[in-house]
């Protein structure tokens, strides 16, 4: 894993140009088919829970997150 809990994070959605920062307050690695596709990653994959600002959470893959300094 390349984040730590409560590391600052941007979560970056190259299909939407959104950006949104929060901290990592979560993981979970891909195991099936079903939620691969979802996520459109490989089986194997680690998802990030990220909690925002506004206290609303989202699940991204790994990938798609940037540290924050």
Same mark, same amino acid.
């Given at each position: 894993?390349?984040?730590?809990?409560?590391s600052?994070?941007?979560?970056v959605c190259?299909?939407?140009?959104?950006?949104?920062t929060g901290s990592v307050c979560g993981f979970r690695e891909i195991v099936?088919?079903?939620t691969a596709e979802k996520f459109r990653v490989?089986?194997?994959t680690i $998802?990030? $829970?990220v909690e925002r600002s506004d206290?609303?959470?989202i699940e991204v893959p790994e990938d798609n $997150?940037?540290?924050?300094a």
């Open positions: 894993m390349k984040y730590d809990y409560g600052s994070v941007r979560i190259p299909e939407t140009s959104q950006h949104y099936t088919a079903e490989p089986i194997g $998802l990030v $829970l206290g609303a959470a $997150l940037e540290p924050l």
